[in-house]
């Protein structure tokens, strides 16, 4: 991609077609920006060269609710930021305030909210899946997609009441029992989805247009993907091998047997394959986990009132989008003095600039799916 | 909650089973039904609902500790006094250094000591304290698996140091705290407002924000009310 010339005497850059930038804007109602995300794109013809995002529309001020509630209430909140993987966020915050105390939930729960967690994971990658097929142009995948997360979607009813915002977890544990049969549902789920998956890829994954328009698509090198922060299925598409249930594992991921998938090109055709091979390893744990879930209680020792000593955790959980970690300040009453919320989505974002500079104004469609953004947690 | 009959669930049966077979044993007799079935999994119908762990042995509450390692050794022989103390917080390593030196330590951390990733950079207001801010960057190293975690205190309107040089991600993690605290990042390429709209009066996370006061305003403005929160 050439550098904009400058004209001799003007200030106005000229382009390599002659005629002057011009600035698009992509957003904030566009469909394939996935909310309310705005993209102010500068190209020249088709070829973009610079880009730059506006973000906040879905401003809530969840850091600041977080110092005006206690610790358990503040919980819900945190579901309405990945809204598309609730049960993930609940896990992190959990865990984060439960390291604050000092406390560990116990074996049970800690199996029921991997095998909870595993399966957010497959429907937060089939939402992902569904909606970038469907920028692309391919309209087929959503059915199918959609068809599967409604099997998760009725165990998590089941098992909480809830369908997308689920508050399925409490600190220090689960607040319910599994429900009758949900080991044979779980199971029975991951038994078809195998198969699924391979309907999925038969779709997709040698369809010419779906190559053509993948691949080479939105480069992220490892360099740049690690400067910029990137992480989850992102930064395993571009050669690190690093998923933070093998690097630093929670709840009960020590016990399973897992693979992380990697690619090494970077481009959206390798983050495509990076999280097919995701769901069919999230089904690997679901069905190890479902059949060994120990018994006993399901809920640690801890008061109602929860007043963690004064100190500070910083605690991270590998979220279907990447790292979302959560750094907590106590001062020792029941409210905590700060919360932060290292949300994946949004330094994901701050990539897309690398990524659709020389790419044309289509390709920047492909590529924000392929960052698997959700503007919830991305303006919190 | 209904169940599909086609569905066999041999690992119901023993907690009923046994029931039926030893009807007036509520009490010791109960607790040994799931773990006589334990094995075959499905503890779900004979755990009683919302039982809870035996009481964990006390523990002294976690404290910051201070803390020494090599790392910390290595960082204090670079950069001396600018290193002012570590400590040790649930067992995350945390060092307090120097404002004017942030940049320096930080390019040392990333070439040096391979913390190759900041995970996180934030901010938290303690407005009580001469110098309220506490500007708080996450590190991680791939090649030790490790995080540091690095802080720095600020008074209001002294400027920080910019990492954004060091780490490109620093970008937008330094508008957002200048965004939500008013912290200026000095030497950041584009150091506006990220969440909220340019117009915007204070800095939310602030402490002493009102999070009421610009709401009042807005309502008694445009509905020509008294804001009734």
């Known amino acids: 991609m050439e550098e904009p010339r400058k004209n001799p005497g003007s200030n106005v850059s000229t382009t390599v077609l002659g005629a002057d930038e011009i600035i698009l804007n992509m957003g904030p109602q566009h469909p394939s920006t996935h909310g309310v995300l705005r993209v102010k794109l500068k190209l020249d013809g088709e070829r973009v060269v610079g880009s730059e995002c506006y973000i906040g529309y879905l401003h809530r001020g969840v850091e600041k609710i977080a110092e005006h509630r206690s610790y358990q209430q503040f919980a819900p909140y945190v579901d309405r930021m990945d809204y598309v993987a609730a049960v993930s966020n609940g896990l992190g915050y959990c865990e984060a305030v439960e390291k604050l105390l000092g406390v560990e939930a116990p074996p049970r729960a800690r199996v029921v909210r991997t095998i909870l967690t595993e399966l957010q994971r497959i429907a937060s990658h089939l939402v992902w899946l569904a909606t970038h097929a469907l920028d692309i142009g391919a309209l087929t995948p959503i059915f199918y997609c959609f068809r599967e997360r409604e099997e998760i979607l009725k165990i998590y009813e089941k098992y909480c009441g809830a369908r997308l915002t689920t508050h399925a977890f409490r600190i220090g544990g689960l607040q319910y029992e599994t429900y009758d049969g949900f080991e044979n549902e779980v199971k029975r789920f991951c038994q078809d989805f195998g198969s699924r998956i391979d309907e999925y890829e038969t779709l997709l994954t040698e369809n010419r247009i779906w190559t053509g328009r993948t691949k080479g698509v939105g480069i992220l090198t490892r360099e740049d993907a690690i400067a910029l922060g990137v992480t989850g299925p992102m930064l395993r598409a571009s050669g690190v091998q690093w998923d933070l249930r093998k690097a630093m594992p929670y709840a009960a991921y020590d016990q399973y047997q897992f693979d992380i998938p990697v690619r090494n090109a970077g481009d959206t055709y390798d983050r495509y394959l990076v999280r097919m091979e995701e769901m069919r390893q999230s089904r690997r744990i679901c069905l190890q986990a479902v059949d060994n879930i120990p018994s006993g209680p399901i809920m640690a020792r801890i008061g109602k009132v929860l007043k963690p000593p004064p100190g500070e955790v910083y605690h991270s959980i590998e979220a279907p989008k990447g790292e979302l970690g959560y750094y907590i300040v106590s001062d020792g009453t029941t409210q905590p003095y700060r919360v932060r919320v290292r949300p994946p989505s949004f330094i994901n974002l701050q990539a897309l600039d690398r990524m659709v500079r020389g790419a044309l104004v289509a390709d920047v469609v492909a590529i924000i799916g392929t960052t698997d953004i959700v503007l919830g947690e991305v303006d919190r | ?229």
């Not at chain 2, 330590?105 to 996180?120: N, P, S, T, Y």
């Not at chain 2, 791939?142 to 720095?152: C, D």
């Not at chain 2, 939500?180 to 969440?195: A, N, Q, S, T, Y």
Request: net charge negative; charged share 30%; glycine share 4%.
């Open chain 2, 1 to 229: 909650m209904t169940k599909n009959p086609l569905e066999k669930d041999p690992a119901s049966k023993p907690p009923g089973g046994s029931a039926e077979g030893s009807p007036a044993s509520p009490g010791p007799g109960a607790p040994a039904t799931p773990s006589a079935a334990a094995p075959q999994s499905k503890p779900a119908a004979a755990v009683p609902p919302k039982a809870s762990a035996p009481v964990p042995p006390k523990e002294a509450p976690p404290k910051p500790t201070p803390f020494d390692n090599e790392l910390i050794q290595r960082l204090k022989t670079h950069f001396g006094t600018s290193i002012i103390e570590a400590t040790l917080d649930r067992k995350e390593a945390i060092v307090i250094v120097a404002v004017s030196q942030l940049r320096d330590i930080c390019r040392h951390c990333r070439d040096d000591e391979k913390f190759d990733m900041l995970v996180d950079l934030t901010a938290v207001d303690w407005p009580k304290r001469e110098k309220r801010f506490d500007v708080v960057l996450n590190l991680y190293s791939f090649a030790k698996n490790e995080r540091l975690r690095l802080k720095t205190h600020a008074a209001d309107k002294e400027s920080v140091p910019s990492v954004c040089d060091v780490w490109v991600a620093a970008n937008w993690l330094e508008r957002e705290c200048f965004d939500m605290f008013g912290i200026v990042f000095d030497g950041h390429p584009d150091l506006k407002r990220i969440l909220l709209p340019d117009e915007w009066e204070g800095h939310p996370l602030r402490k002493d924000y009102d999070i009421l006061k610009q709401d009042t305003a807005w309502v008694r403005e445009n509905l020509g009310i008294e804001s009734g929160q």
